[in-house]
């Protein structure tokens, strides 16, 4: 079992078109590092900045959870959970 990635459509050039991705870690940091491995430019739109971050208009769950509120990138994540990437979206 894998940890995956449910992916928005406005990212899913960086995964060939995949609404779903798998990757493994123990935080989420390490997760989406080793996507990254796989799908080259996915973190890049996720995280910014030094120490890394998540980005201001990125929202990310792991299982319905707010990272925000659950320790950021360093909220620890297990085969079997998912996480969810939705980008802010704007528009007038």
Do not use: C, W
Request: glycine content about 14%.
């Amino acid at each position: 079992m894998a940890i995956e990635l449910r992916v928005p459509t406005i990212l899913r050039t960086f995964t060939g078109g995949e609404k779903l991705v798998t990757g493994a870690g123990e935080t989420l940091a390490a997760f989406i590092d080793n996507v990254d491995g796989s799908h080259p430019g996915l973190k890049e739109r996720i995280v910014e900045g030094e120490p890394e971050e998540l980005r201001r208009f990125v929202n990310v769950y792991v299982n319905d959870e707010d990272v925000r509120f659950t320790g950021g990138l360093q909220t620890g994540v297990k085969d079997g959970d998912v996480v969810v990437v939705l980008p802010a979206v704007a528009g007038g």
